[in-house]
C-alpha cells in the first residue's frame, strides 16, 4: 500500500497515521523525494483502505500488489515526464534520441560528434568518461577531464549530457557537468551507489542488468525512487542468453512489460542490445514501434577507429539515417 501525504502535515497527524499503520499490522518507510512526501507500508493483513484515506493529513491511499512500489503503475496511472530544460521531456508524446559515442575520447572526435548531433537536431548527447569494461586492460575512460571537455562543447549548443557513473564518490564531481546520471548494467545492483543516486535531484537513467530480470531492473529503480529521487528512466539493453550469433539479446518483450508496470519512461538501447552496427538502426525503430519514449545509441565519425565498442557503433551517414526514419516513424506513431 502506499499512502500520499499532504504537502503540509502536521507531526501529529502522521503520529496519529503511523499508530493506526502499526496496529493495522504494517510496517511503513516514510519516503520524501522533491515532489511528494509516501508511506511505503509493508504487510500482509487485508485493509479497508476507506479507513486509512479518513485520516487527517493523508491525500490519497493505493493498494499496490507489486513487490516494487512506488515505481509501479497500479498506483500512478499517468506516465512520468521528465523536463531537461530546453523543451527536452523524456516520457513526453515525442520519442527523445540520445547518441554520441561510447567512451569520450579527445576534443576532436567530441566536436565532431556534437556538430553531428547539432545539425540532425539530437539534444542529448551520451559518452562514457567512465568506463567500466571487461578487461583491465582496455580504455577505461578519460575521467572527469573528459567529462569538462564534453560540456565545454556541449553547453554552448544546447546539447544536454548523458554519462555513467560507476561509483558514489564520483557524484560530487560530476554533477555541475552531467543532465542525466547513467547506471551501467554492470552496476544495476550497485545498491550504494542507487542509494546515493537517490539523494540528488537529477534524473538518473537504469540500464537493466547484463542477467538481470525485468523485476530486478524496477527494484533499482524502487531503490532510486525511495531514497528521494522521482526522476527515473528504465533502459533495455539487452541481456545475456545462450545465444551467440550477436552480443546480447534485445529483449523487445520488455519494453511492452516495463510500460506496462511501471509508470516510468523507457528507453531502448540497441547499440549493446545486440552489439552488431548493421543491426542496430532496425532494432531502434522497432524498439519505437515497441512503445519506448526512446532511443540511446552509440555514434562516431570512424567506427572502426573507436576506442570501444566500434562493432555496435553507427557512423555519421548510419546515424543521419536512421535519424531521419525515427522523424517519419514519429509522424505515424503519433
Ligand atoms: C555504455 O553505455 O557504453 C555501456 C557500457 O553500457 P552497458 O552498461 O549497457 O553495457
Ligand atoms: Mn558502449
Known amino acids: 500500500m502506499i499512502i500520499q501525504l499532504a504537502n503540509r502535515i502536521e507531526e501529529k497527524d502522521k503520529s496519529i497515521i503511523n ?3 502499526k496496529k493495522a499490522g504494517f510496517v511503513s518507510t516514510e519516503v520524501v523525494t522533491q515532489f511528494q512526501t509516501y508511506l511505503v507500508c509493508i504487510g500482509k493483513n487485508n485493509i479497508d483502505i476507506r479507513s486509512v484515506g479518513n485520516l487527517t493529513g493523508v491525500k490519497d491511499v493505493h493498494v499496490v500488489s507489486d513487490s ?7 498506483w500512478k496511472t499517468d506516465y512520468t515526464k521528465i523536463e531537461l530544460g530546453n523543451e527536452i521531456v523524456i516520457g513526453g508524446k515525442q520519442p527523445v534520441i540520445m547518441a554520441g559515442p561510447c567512451s569520450v575520447e579527445s576534443e576532436q572526435q567530441i566536436e565532431k560528434i556534437a556538430m553531428h548531433l547539432y545539425k540532425n537536431n539530437v539534444k542529448i548527447m551520451r559518452g562514457g568518461v567512465f568506463k567500466p569494461r571487461s578487461s ?3 580504455f577505461r575512460g578519460l575521467g572527469i577531464d573528459g567529462l569538462k571537455m564534453m560540456y565545454g562543447i556541449c553547453k554552448p549548443l544546447g546539447i544536454k ?7 558514489e564518490s564520483q557524484l560530487e564531481a560530476m554533477m555541475p557537468y552531467v543532465d542525466v546520471f ?21 534524473p538518473v537513467l537504469i540500464k537493466r542488468g547484463i542477467s538481470g530480470t525485468i523485476e530486478e531492473l524496477l527494484h533499482s529503480a524502487e531503490y532510486v525512487f525511495c531514497k528521494g529521487n522521482e526522476k527515473l528512466i528504465l533502459c533495455e539493453r539487452g541481456i545475456r542468453t545462450f545465444e551467440t550469433a550477436y552480443r546480447n539479446t534485445f529483449d523487445i518483450n ?9 509508470h ?13 552496427r548493421s543491426y542496430v538502426s532496425k532494432l531502434a525503430l522497432s524498439s519505437l514501434v515497441s512503445g519506448a519514449d526512446g532511443v540511446i545509441f552509440e555514434v562516431h565519425e570512424k567506427p572502426e577507429e573507436a576506442l570501444s565498442d566500434g562493432q555496435q557503433t553507427l557512423n555519421f551517414a548510419e546515424s543521419t539515417e536512421l535519424i531521419d526514419k525515427i522523424h517519419v516513424l514519429n509522424s505515424v506513431l503519433i
Open 68 to 74: 516494487y512500489k512506488l515505481v509501479s503503475k497500479k
Open 19 to 21: 499508530d493506526f499503520l
Open 182 to 202: 547513467q547506471v551501467g548494467a554492470r552496476n544495476s545492483q550497485n545498491f550504494n551507489l542507487l542509494d546515493a543516486l537517490g539523494q540528488i535531484d537529477k
Open 254 to 262: 520488455a519494453i511492452q512489460v516495463l510500460k506496462d508496470k511501471s
Open 264 to 276: 516510468l519512461p523507457v528507453i531502448a538501447d540497441p547499440s549493446h542490445g545486440v552489439g552488431v
Open 136 to 138: 583491465p586492460y582496455a
Open 161 to 167: 549530457i548523458i554519462t555513467e557513473v560507476m561509483q
